[in-house]
């Protein structure tokens, strides 16, 4: 093989493991963004249920105000 056709293999070789440590890296951002997400998603429900629950309170008290 000619030394230009090595440069290129090396060359792409080097770029091909550059780009699978950058997927490895995306693919776990990507794994923190969904549990984030999913974390997220638990606390609105769970404010959304607090919420419902507050609401309730607020009228009961009313109706025990109310003569």
Do not use: C, V, W, Y
């Amino acid at each position: 093989m000619h030394t230009e056709h090595l440069e290129l293999i090396a060359a792409l070789r080097a770029e091909n493991e550059r780009l699978t440590r950058q997927n490895a890296e995306l693919g776990a951002l990507r794994a923190i963004i969904d549990a984030q997400d999913k974390l997220l998603a638990s606390a609105s429900a769970e404010l959304a249920h607090q919420e419902k629950f507050l609401r309730e309170i607020q009228r009961k008290l009313k109706e025990m105000q109310t003569p």
